[in-house]
């Protein structure tokens, strides 16, 4: 009560002043972040929070999915692609006051891959050999192999520059570089950002900013309703729109994602090391009615790479919808109807409801799919470590263009070829970007024969803010919410 | 008045088990059958209580639905009176130390809420429709453990009781034979009681995702998945909502009336 109060008071004084135009946000997320180090094995909530306003790398993404300058003003690279020397802005300082030089660089790069590390993304600096510093203001980077994204890489929320000082508390008490320094953090409930005005790059607009966590749909449409949140960037109440659209306060955008949903399945369980079976659910699957049902605007997808992607090759029509097909191919692999496999489904609505409509796809075809929901913990406890115990699992992975998961050692699809390895090496050394694009499309087409997994749809970014913000990104082409290019319309 | 609660309780009540049952054989549609095609239909012919956002039919989950409210209360009662009654007829027979030892241990139960600790153990023991019978059970259990031992001690003082006693007979026998026949309309009101609550906790394990697991439909998730629907489609949410309270108003009036009826004291202390 006392809650509401404060909230209808804090209104009156916001309206009393809103004539001076308005430079606080509060934004609102379905997930809270686990802790604030986006190098200590991040969620998507940390990035979405503290990448590019907290934290900065080298480069950075913008919200085209295109490499820009960030804390490097420029950079060359050597022409057999090994060498790249970065320029870099020393006059950036972290939050607590301590120097940015090429000293953090080799620090960030080095700590990222030492043995102690919990870097979620570790891959992203396999390839670099050394760091190197010929002076503080210029950091030379060598690979041991050309490397197709490493630019694209280093710019992701997972290799942004950490103080040597400031490293340890990270997880608690963030101290970036970036154009935000954090303020607190209310544990179940908010964190607030402030403007660094000591910020090396332009100022921006936003004074202040404060990550709302409201983990329940309907409580999420309320409060947009209601004006306490200002934007919602990843909307979790897409059947609410309607209404939304209907009111002249708030604007709604349907935009992309690189969020892959997929019916993850183990390669290593039998019967899912049968290709046979792998496509069997395949064909099952109605994705365009999935879509539907769930009503979340996602796009059907083909393999592991969403419609936007660099290279990207259309693959739906590989398994279209068709149970008679899925029921020879069981049949062909001995699989008798009645045949009983577990849905593993963590809390998103794209799993749990999800799950509820492919369950009864699969019955349609005479699979019977036990839906067992679990907690985030478990799932990252018992799916994706190592033992991978589960039959199959709906999830959605949100790092964009991660097509190596599949040419690891370990992932936790199990999936194990000889042929995607060689031709995902063959992808990362290529530095003509022609041949990347023929064998990024080689890549996809492995990925849709074997059929590792089920391939979905790539989920939309659902977003709805107030009428007169400016500056969101329409799309998510990685896991963020710069505050820096937002501002209010007069 | 009091007869005329008692008939609309037990009229209700049967309509309830009577949907139940035949739910078990026939549903308009497969509860569990999406149509896509036909997602958040509104009522018609053909559906009468309009379908859901996976084009479920309404009517057919509320159908399916009460199965699962049903199934788990009668257990968790039946788990609850039966280790309850005997736990109350020992205290009230025994007196003394092992009294005190079932009341006390009654007393503590009682000094957890009991939907919270429902929520404590499904959560810890996993969801699904067994622990919750098994949470909401336990809860039954001291209920009936303090309705038995406060009816059967007056009982106890009676002189039949000391008649049966000079005669040679056993506690368990005087028990079975005398006390429980005796205070078996308190306990028969109390278990309607105790269902009309079972239903509720049953409905509300399940609107927190805790309780009966899909594909099974339950009342208490419908309302949860009308939830963000409730401008789109409102007859969703208000239709297993209605369900809920008709059956608990049922039992409730049933209880009362039977209440008036068996327990003649009861009528004349009004």
């Not at chain 2, 039946?78 to 030892?101: E, M, N, T």
Request: charged fraction near 20%; proline fraction near 7%.
């Amino acid at each position: 009560m006392n809650k509401i109060i404060a909230a209808a008071l804090a209104a009156t004084l916001a309206t009393g002043t809103a004539q001076a135009a308005k430079d606080t946000l509060s934004l609102g997320m379905v997930l809270e972040p686990p802790m604030l180090d986006p190098t200590g094995g991040a969620a998507a909530a940390t990035r979405e929070v503290v990448y590019q306003n907290v934290f900065e790398g080298l480069t950075r993404i913008d919200q085209n999915g295109q490499v820009v300058p960030a804390l490097a003003k420029s950079w060359t690279i050597s022409g057999d692609g090994l060498v790249y020397i970065f320029a870099l802005h020393t006059e950036a300082k972290f939050h607590d006051g301590a120097a940015f030089d090429c000293s953090v660089v080799k620090f960030t790069y080095e700590r990222a891959v030492a043995p102690d590390s919990t870097n979620a993304q570790k891959g992203l600096f396999e390839a670099i050999a050394k760091t190197e510093c010929p002076d503080p203001a210029t950091a030379v980077v060598t690979l041991k192999r050309p490397t197709a994204r490493f630019l694209f890489n280093i710019g992701f929320s997972d290799t942004v520059m950490i103080g040597p000082a400031s490293a340890a508390g990270n997880k608690t008490n963030p101290v970036g570089t970036g154009p935000y320094l954090f303020k607190r953090w209310v544990k179940g409930d908010r964190v607030e950002l402030a403007r660094n005005e000591a910020y090396w790059g332009a100022k921006p607009a936003i004074a202040s900013v404060t990550f709302r966590f409201v983990a329940d749909p309907s409580a999420a449409a309320a409060a947009m309703l209601a004006g306490d949140i200002d934007a919602f960037p990843l909307f979790p109440a897409p059947e609410t729109l309607d209404q939304f659209r209907a009111d002249k306060r708030f604007t709604v955008n349907i935009g992309t994602t690189a969020g892959k949903t997929i019916l993850a399945l183990n390669n290593a369980r039998k019967p899912f090391d049968d290709v046979r079976v792998r496509r069997a659910l395949a064909y099952a699957i109605d994705r365009k009615a999935l879509v539907d049902a769930l009503g979340n605007y996602g796009t059907p997808i083909g393999s592991h790479y969403v419609p936007g992607d660099v290279g990207y090759v259309d693959l739906t029509g590989a398994y279209p919808y068709d149970p008679a097909k899925a029921k020879a191919l069981l049949a062909e692999a001995g699989i008798k109807p009645g045949f009983t496999m577990t849905l593993r489904l963590p809390p998103p609505p794209y799993a749990r409801r999800g799950g509820e409509v492919i369950a009864a796809m699969l019955e349609q075809v005479g699979i019977v799919a036990k839906q067992e929901p679990i907690e985030w913990a478990q799932w990252l406890d018992q799916v994706f470590k190592p033992q991978t115990d589960y039959d199959a699992t709906i999830i959605a992975h949100v790092e964009p263009g991660d097509l190596d998961v599949y040419a690891r050692d370990f992932y936790y699809y199990n999936y194990k070829s000889d042929e995607y390895r060689a031709t995902f090496k063959q992808y990362v050394e290529t530095v003509d970007p022609a041949k990347q694009v023929t064998l990024l499309g080689d890549l996809q087409r492995i990925l849709s024969r074997d059929e590792p997994n089920v391939y979905l749809y790539a989920l939309a970014k659902v977003s709805v803010w107030k009428a007169g913000l400016r500056g969101m990104w329409p799309n998510q082409p990685v896991p963020a919410n710069p505050i820096a290019g937002i501002s209010w319309a007069e | 008045m009091k007869r005329l609660n008692l008939w609309i309780g037990a009229a209700i009540s049967l309509c309830v088990l009577a949907t139940a049952l035949v739910a078990l054989v026939w549903t308009p549609y497969p509860p569990a059958k999406l149509d896509i095609l036909h997602k958040l239909a509104p009522t018609s012919a053909a559906h009468w209580l309009g379908t859901d956002p996976f084009g479920r039919d309404v009517l057919s989950m509320i159908m399916a639905g009460a199965q699962a409210s049903l199934s788990v209360s009668v257990i968790a009662v039946g788990l609850g009176a039966g280790l309850g009654i005997p736990l109350g007829a020992l205290a009230a027979a025994r007196g003394g130390w092992v009294d005190d030892l079932v009341m006390r241990a009654t007393d503590l139960a009682f000094a957890f809420p009991a939907l919270l600790t429902a929520v404590m153990i499904t959560a810890l023991a996993g969801p699904g429709a067994g622990n919750a019978m098994l949470a909401i059970g336990i809860f039954n259990i001291p209920v009936f453990a303090r309705v038995t031992r406060g009816a059967a001690r007056p009982v106890w003082q009676r002189e039949f009781i000391l008649a049966a006693r000079t005669s040679g007979r056993g506690d368990v026998a005087i028990t079975l034979r005398h006390v429980l026949p005796n205070i078996a309309a308190i306990l028969i009101v109390q278990a309607t009681i105790q269902f009309a609550l079972g239903i509720i906790a049953e409905a509300g394990l399940s609107y927190v995702g805790l309780g009966t697991q899909p594909p099974q439909p339950s009342w208490g998730r419908m309302l949860n998945d009308a939830q963000t629907f409730i401008y789109r489609a409102p007859l969703l949410a208000v239709f297993p909502g209605a369900a809920i309270t008709l059956a608990v108003l049922g039992l409730n009036l049933l209880g009362d009336g039977l209440r008036d009826v068996l327990d003649p004291r009861l009528r004349r202390s009004r």
